[in-house]
């Protein structure tokens, strides 16, 4: 199936599924001001600690909250355009993959337009916003060349984030039952990388640069942006590394969808 | 060449074994146990362009198994499947979209959005051209009566307006083969009706292969012309629906009403090997017989020598009993041979 008709197929379910929520859910703009809150609580905690000590390990406040909001922003775009990665569970204990089976459709494209997170709205304009107020403040010298990087690294970003959800979410083909504590927990080692890296043993490090690279959603990224010349040229491993993730993340899910066993009627 | 062929084809599910009881649960969280369940034996069936074939078996048989298998939701784990030349595990897209399915407890349609607009959605991802689409949907809508609710989403429809939503849903493409996993499970007889027919009539005008699976007769008896019977994940008969009823329906019933009580030939029928009389009253009474014993007319010809037959009738056994004596394990259809065993049994008798 061509590249372009699956951006259709997918424009065309999720437009559709945005019909029915904003019909049936009348609580999205609590569940969207709710996680706006959240993030702004943690944007004003990192101010107050900056207030007490402007540099932490090397890092301004405005980097940080750069990396900080990265992460949300990234987690914002995942719940309002992929949110059905986390329906992954019930989709697989209550048999109800049998419906994508049967559509001439690629059943992840299916599996990602089976929700749409409206609270990641919120994570998105509140992300957005403190990522545009970091660069600004921050201190960053602009290129059109460095303009194009950063739209790449954002791209990369979301692809990262997404591709983890899946691979997480894909255990439920394995653990077999409807919770999904498993891919919350790995979605939750994100935070970690929120703070600069350097911050945390090496063991760390290396896990959230290697096999959960949130790293490259955040850190790496920010040490491009902001001219660390200590990590000079490690951005240029995010793409690589949202391709991998993609693949690998991929691989799995396809491999646990060979183990589906459907359900008894 | 079949449509559908399938050789040697199996399913097993490791299935967990678990202690009941907290202990039990830690137990098999460290050291968990599976046992091998095996849902269907290797099993031979090929199905010819145009056929409609009733896939019947008692529930846990494998029916629903073998469905899934064809359909390409689940991998065989041994064996191959050819659907219209296509593997459809291995090729699944492609297969998906030369079939229909209609899964009777559960729909294919969106929950949360109009019919029609489900229809609509249907049509992209299916590819269908506009006018066969059109078509098609005119066609629909009036044969099943779906004007009433065809602007209502799912959630909001009855069992019998959403199981023909959903048959429409899984025909639009205008797929060669239908699957059907028991489409008028807690229907309405007016529904069964419409729903029956309407399959009918496709069949018969665009040649749709249809596999059926149900505990429905009415819908094996007025769909199908072969019947595969499936237990314990092996079938057990194939072969045409008419065949199984004159081979295994071997009981017939007469009722009888006379003019004047004859106690003499109650006797005598009473006292028949081979023949069972029931007397509902003093005029009425019936005889239940073994047809590979008896004729009708040998029946019939002993009362009328004795009295006079004001009326009968005569029942014919349904597909119903010589199921259901499947299900309960009375009947081994594949070594039962046609009467002889039974009528030399029956002369050593008498």
Known sequence: MSLGRMFYLYRRLYVQQLKAILEYNKDFYILMCSAALTQVLGFIFLWVIYDRIPDINGWQFWEVTFMYAMIFLTEGVASLFFEGTWRMARLVNFGEMDRYLLRPVPVVLQVFCTGIGINGLGNLLIGGVIIWQSLAHGQVEWTAGKAAVIVLLLVTAVIIRVAINLAGNSAAFWIRNAGNAFPLMVHNLADLAKYPITLFPQAIRILISTILPYAFISFFPATYIFGKSEWSGWWMLAPVAAIAMAFASYGIFRFGLSRYESTGN | ?350
């Open chain 2, 1 to 350: 060449m079949s449509i559908i062929e399938a050789k040697e084809l199996s399913k097993s599910f490791m299935q967990a074994v678990k202690e009941p009881g907290l202990a039990g649960a830690f137990k098999h969280l460290l050291f968990p146990k599976h046992i091998e369940k095996v849902a269907v034996k290797p099993l031979n069936l090929s199905v010819e362009a145009g056929e409609t074939v009733a896939y019947v078996g008692p529930n846990g048989a494998g029916k629903s198994t073998t469905i899934k298998m064809l359909t390409g939701i689940l991998a065989p784990s041994a064996g191959s499947i050819s659907v219209n030349g296509i593997n459809p595990y291995k090729k699944r897209m492609e297969n998906a979209a030369q079939i229909g399915a209609v899964f009777g407890q559960r729909t294919q349609l969106w929950w949360d959005i109009p019919i029609v607009e489900s229809f609509s959605l249907l049509k992209d991802i299916y590819h269908i051209p506009e006018a066969v689409y059109r078509r098609n949907l005119d066609q629909f809508i009036e044969l099943l009566g779906m004007d009433e609710f065809i602007h209502l989403s799912a959630r909001k429809l009855s069992l019998g307006q959403r199981m023909r939503a959903d048959l429409a849903a899984a025909l639009l493409h205008n797929p060669p083969i239908l699957y059907l996993d028991e489409p008028t499970i807690g229907l309405d007889v007016s529904v069964k009706q419409k729903i029956r027919e309407f399959i009918k009539k496709i069949n018969e005008e665009q040649q749709t292969t249809v596999m059926l699976t149900t505990h429905d007769l009415g819908d094996i008896e007025d769909l199908c012309k072969r019947l595969v019977i499936i237990d314990h994940g092996s079938i057990i008969y194939d072969g045409s629906l008419s065949e199984v009823k004159s081979r295994f329906a071997r009981n017939r019933l007469i009722f009888f009403q006379i003019a004047e009580p004859l106690p003499l030939l109650m006797e005598q029928l009473a006292a028949t090997p081979g023949m069972k009389l029931v007397q509902q009253s003093e005029l009425e009474f019936s005889v239940a017989f073994d047809r590979y014993e008896y004729t009708a007319s040998d029946v019939v010809s002993r009362v009328m020598r004795q009295g006079e037959v004001v009326d009968f009738r005569m029942e014919e056994t349904g597909i119903e009993q010589v199921i259901k004596a499947v299900y309960d394990g009375n009947l081994e259809l594949n070594h039962a041979e046609s009467g002889e065993v039974a009528q030399s049994h029956a002369h050593s008798q008498a």
